[in-house]
């Protein structure tokens, strides 16, 4: 069965400080991985997302998420936060007719 | 193009009442997903339909849901009789085909009382 795991409940960054959430996921085969961020009231948006190729991938906002496979994991990175990046992060794998969330990252962003 | 376009945002209701979400995809997308979100369960995947047929209604909770995709441009989500522990935020997504990223609604925040 296909899991997914973020160990950061919460994080807080200060404004202008470098961001790195994990995810690892559990997947019988090449995953479909993404990263989508939701805002208070809102829907999720997705930032990016990992099919195959260069396992570097440069999402919307300045985000980037790199996909380790021998470590299961699918970090999102982004090298200087803005107050505006305050969000829920959810990392997900799978098909989108199969896919499964993490259980979120809640960022909040000091000034 | 307007995304992914639910109705009504916000819905309240008394036990036993009949709810009803609805959801318009974006134009050309095959494929529609009906998701709920609660604190406890995180995000779950409902049903999913392609090209309009339901193909995977697993994840819906019990017979007291029902969802229908009468044509490529409207879904609908009942629930009847409601409980107040459907309490959640419900989201429509859709995708161009089945195993491409899901463009989500803003979602249909549901308080049963």
Known sequence: ?111 | DAGVIQSPRHEVTEMGQEVTLRCKPISGHNSLFWYRQTMMRGLELLIYFNNNVPIDDSGMPEDRFSAKMPNASFSTLKIQPSEPRDSAVYFCASSPQVNTEAFFGQGTRLTVV
């Open chain 1, 1 to 111: 069965a296909q899991s997914v795991t973020q160990p950061d409940i919460h994080i807080t960054v200060s404004e202008g400080a470098s961001l790195e959430l994990r995810c690892n996921y559990s997947y019988g085969a090449t995953p479909y991985l993404f990263w989508y961020v939701q805002s208070p009231g809102q829907g999720l948006q997705l930032l990016l997302k990992y099919f195959s190729g260069d396992t570097l991938v440069q999402g919307i906002k300045g985000f980037e998420a790199e996909f380790k496979r021998s470590q299961s994991s699918f970090n999102l990175r982004k090298p200087s936060v803005h107050w505006s990046d305050a969000a829920e992060y959810f990392c997900a794998v799978g098909h989108p007719s199969k896919l499964t969330f993490g259980t979120g990252t809640r960022l909040q962003v000091t000034l």
